[in-house]
């Protein structure tokens, strides 16, 4: 797959397109001015550059998402996990547990997750 990051900018413009999506390409143009300050021409090279990277379309003169806000980050999750663990989920749970001890919440919700995959229903 290829790289999707996001800086923080992308991001914050990326959110606007998932929260309101679908929409003309001029309601994104006046909601990047409303909540980035960004000029006409910023939004439309900023879009096209996120188009071009498969996670949003822009036909017609109206913006949907390629790609889930949930999709995107399952693969970046993926993405990091196999660079920086080789691929291996416990090893990455070995090194997060590591830094921060989880609530018994977390533990239970994990262990939740991890039954419900083993049955077949993840």
């Known amino acids: 797959m290829e790289e999707k990051g ?32 960004w000029k006409k021409s910023t939004t439309y090279t900023v879009l096209k550059k996120l188009c071009a ?19 995107f980050y399952a693969a970046q999750s993926e993405q990091f996990v196999s660079e920086t663990f080789a691929g291996s989920l416990p090893a990455f749970i070995a090194a997060f547990t590591s830094q921060k001890k989880l609530t018994p919440q977390e533990v239970a919700e994990i262990r939740a ?5 083993g049955k077949g229903e993840g």
């Open 53 to 71: 990277r498969g996670l949003f379309r822009n036909e017609n003169g109206v913006v949907t998402a390629a790609l889930s806000r949930g999709d």
């Open 6 to 37: 996001l800086g923080r900018v992308e991001a914050r413009f990326a959110d606007i397109v998932w929260e309101h999506a679908p929409l003309k390409s001029g309601e994104l143009v006046k909601l990047c001015e409303k909540e980035l300050s």
């Open 113 to 117: 997750m991890i039954d419900a995959y």
